[in-house]
């Protein structure tokens, strides 16, 4: 399958119309039709559903839009990055999860971006099992996780903070008036937990391997929609502090007791060949 064929896919699935796309990419209606029938004769499936006014995706179409995309967003990426060495140029994916080592990264991204003004960073937000998926993609240079992760097959270094692990709540709810919160007190109170792999693993031992007493109603990947539920009252939400500002609004964090902790590590692909400009960046992080 050849790139250009691929780009020419992509386009009429973001049109929907095989002549809005021909006009797009500067093709006759006739030729981009025969390049799709190919592209299907050669994958030996069927891409689209043909309507009277709008084209939809089959099944196997929707899987070719979604890894299409990661495809050429990787080619893009390699292309940026294949400079001569004495040239410090190129993009660095960055993935991350919510926690406030990321201005460590911040603040070493800025010392980068000064010395080397051609380098361009670019950002990603999920969880661990996210950012795992990104790297092995070739889609992610870096990821910062939350501990506990699996990192068998990663490199990795450790970052200096550490997340605390507590409760959000409203500030109306009885748990805000307390200073801590232990095991006992989450007992019929109605939860969203992380969708991390390992958290319910770490929580779990907290809670003296008893997370079945926990009322679960819900999960999140990222803090903010589920910051959103508990405004509302919909339940509680364990997570680490700092990443939603509890300032003039009307939720609380409360820490849990005994203190539970959470590592950070910043981790990449074993063995993979970066760019000079994620090398420079990796060695800036080092030293920092």
């Given at each position: 399958?050849?790139?250009?064929?691929?780009?020419?896919?992509?386009?009429?699935?973001?049109?929907?119309?095989?002549?809005?796309?021909?006009?797009?990419?500067?093709?006759?209606?006739?030729?981009l039709s025969?390049?799709?029938?190919?592209?299907?004769?050669?994958?030996g499936v069927?891409?689209?559903?043909?309507?009277?006014?709008?084209?939809?995706?089959?099944?196997?179409?929707?899987?070719?839009?979604?890894?299409?995309?990661?495809?050429?967003?990787?080619?893009?990426?390699?292309?940026?990055?294949?400079?001569?060495?004495?040239?410090?140029?190129?993009?660095?994916?960055?993935?991350?999860?919510?926690?406030?080592?990321?201005?460590?990264?911040?603040?070493?991204?800025?010392?980068?971006?000064?010395?080397?003004?051609?380098?361009?960073?670019?950002?990603?937000?999920?969880?661990?099992?996210?950012?795992?998926?990104?790297?092995?993609?070739?889609?992610?240079?870096?990821?910062?996780?939350?501990?506990?992760?699996?990192?068998?097959?990663?490199?990795?270094?450790?970052?200096?903070?550490?997340?605390?692990?507590?409760?959000?709540?409203?500030?109306?709810?009885?748990?805000?008036?307390?200073?801590?919160?232990?095991?006992?007190?989450?007992?019929?109170?109605?939860?969203?937990?992380?969708?991390?792999?390992?958290?319910?693993?770490?929580?779990?031992?907290?809670?003296?391997?008893?997370?079945?007493?926990?009322?679960?109603?819900?999960?999140?990947?990222?803090?903010?929609?589920?910051?959103?539920?508990?405004?509302?009252?919909?339940?509680?939400a364990l997570?680490?502090?700092?990443?939603?500002?509890?300032?003039?609004?009307?939720?609380?964090?409360?820490?849990?007791?005994?203190?539970?902790?959470?590592?950070?590590?910043?981790?990449?692909?074993?063995?993979?060949?970066?760019?000079?400009?994620?090398?420079?960046?990796?060695?800036?992080?080092?030293?920092?």
């Amino acid at each position: 399958m050849e790139l250009r064929v691929l780009n020419y896919f992509l386009a009429v699935a973001r049109e929907r119309n095989i002549s809005k796309a021909a006009k797009s990419l500067h093709l006759s209606q006739p030729t981009l039709s025969k390049q799709l029938k190919e592209l299907e004769e050669e994958l030996g499936v069927i891409l689209f559903e043909r309507g009277n006014r709008e084209i939809s995706l089959t099944e196997e179409g929707l899987f070719l839009l979604s890894k299409g995309n990661e495809i050429l967003t990787l080619v893009e990426k390699t292309t940026m990055n294949l400079r001569k060495d004495e040239v410090v140029a190129g993009e660095i994916h960055v993935g991350g999860g919510e926690t406030k080592a990321m201005s460590l990264i911040a603040k070493t991204m800025k010392q980068m971006m000064d010395a080397y003004p051609e380098v361009k960073v670019n950002l990603y937000s999920g969880n661990a099992d996210d950012i795992m998926g990104k790297l092995d993609a070739g889609l992610l240079d870096f990821g910062v996780v939350v501990n506990p992760t699996n990192k068998q097959k990663y490199a990795y270094i450790n970052l200096p903070q550490k997340d605390r692990w507590g409760l959000l709540v409203r500030c109306d709810h009885f748990l805000a008036e307390k200073e801590t919160i232990m095991p006992a007190d989450l007992v019929g109170v109605p939860l969203f937990v992380s969708q991390q792999s390992l958290v319910s693993n770490q929580i779990s031992e907290w809670l003296g391997n008893n997370l079945d007493q926990l009322d679960i109603v819900g999960s999140y990947n990222l803090l903010y929609n589920a910051s959103l539920m508990v405004e509302q009252g919909v339940g509680c939400a364990l997570c680490i502090d700092g990443i939603i500002n509890t300032t003039e609004s009307n939720l609380s964090f409360v820490p849990l007791q005994p203190k539970l902790d959470a590592s950070l590590s910043m981790i990449w692909k074993k063995n993979q060949a970066m760019s000079i400009a994620a090398t420079k960046f990796l060695d800036q992080l080092k030293a920092e």
